[in-house]
T-cell receptor, first 112, second 111 residues
Framework: SQTIHQWPATLVQPVGSPLSLECTVE??????LYWYRQAAGRGLQLLFY??????ISSEVPQNLSASRPQDRQFILSSKKLLLSDSGFYLC???????????FGPGTRLTVL | QKEVEQDPGPLSVPEGAIVSLNCTYS??????FMWYRQYSRKGPELLMY????GNKEDGRFTAQVDKSSKYISLFIRDSQPSDSATYLC???????????FGAGTRLAVHP
């Protein structure tokens, strides 16, 4: 069966520090991968999606970036965090030809 | 106008009640629809997926889609305290499977 992992689970970072969040999927190959951010009490905002290694599409211009160095690995990064980057970051995957997205456990980021 | 509107609640019901959760949307290009359940501080969990108008049932859950009215619903029968969570509707048009989410409805089922 397929599983999706995210780490770390919780992160507290100072303003201006770098960020690296990692997501890995097991049990499938060539998934579409997604990064979402969920602000408190709000819906999910799509940040990036990837249909293959090295292929990244950005949905919202901001100081975040994403990379996909391996088929089942998706990384969200920032060089300098802003207060507004605080939130709950979720990684999701979907299989080729499928529509259903499956989410990881999330990373709660607090920028102070 | 948002593409997807969902009443944030909170919705409080007694155990055993029938719960109705709803979303409206404005984009007639949406082809498929999902409902997710999200417990506090957890990732969303897929409950229901449907791509056609009508009803789809899975246990105590029924998803209803009315494309002519641009309206979807999730019904929960015999609600339990363990159903207390935020319910998110989501829908997509097919391009790279990008989903548009509602803001979520917070549900509390009290014993």
């Amino acid at each position: 069966s397929q599983t999706i992992h995210q780490w770390p689970a919780t992160l507290v970072q100072p303003v201006g520090s770098p960020l690296s969040l990692e997501c890995t999927v097991e049990g499938t190959s060539n998934p579409n991968l997604y990064w979402y951010r969920q602000a408190a009490g709000r819906g999910l905002q799509l940040l990036f999606y990837s249909v293959g290694i090295g292929q990244i599409s950005s949905e919202v211009p901001q100081n975040l970036s994403a990379s996909r160095p391996q088929d089942r690995q998706f990384i969200l990064s920032s060089k300098k965090l802003l207060l507004s980057d605080s939130g709950f970051y979720l990684c999701a995957w979907t299989g080729t030809g499928r529509h259903e997205q499956f989410f990881g456990p999330g990373t709660r980021l607090t920028v102070l | 106008q948002k593409e997807v509107e969902q009443d944030p609640g909170p919705l409080s019901v007694p155990e055993g009640a029938i719960v109705s959760l709803n979303c409206t949307y404005s984009n007639s290009a949406f082809q498929y629809f999902m409902w997710y359940r999200q417990y506090s501080r957890k990732g969303p969990e897929l409950l229901m997926y449907t791509y056609s108008s009508g009803n789809k049932e899975d246990g105590r859950f029924t998803a209803q889609v009315d494309k002519s009215s641009k309206y979807i619903s999730l019904f929960i029968r015999d609600s339990q305290p363990s159903d207390s969570a935020t319910y998110l509707c989501a829908m997509g048009t097919g391009g790279y499977n990008k989903l548009i989410f509602g803001a979520g409805t917070r549900l509390a089922v009290h014993p």
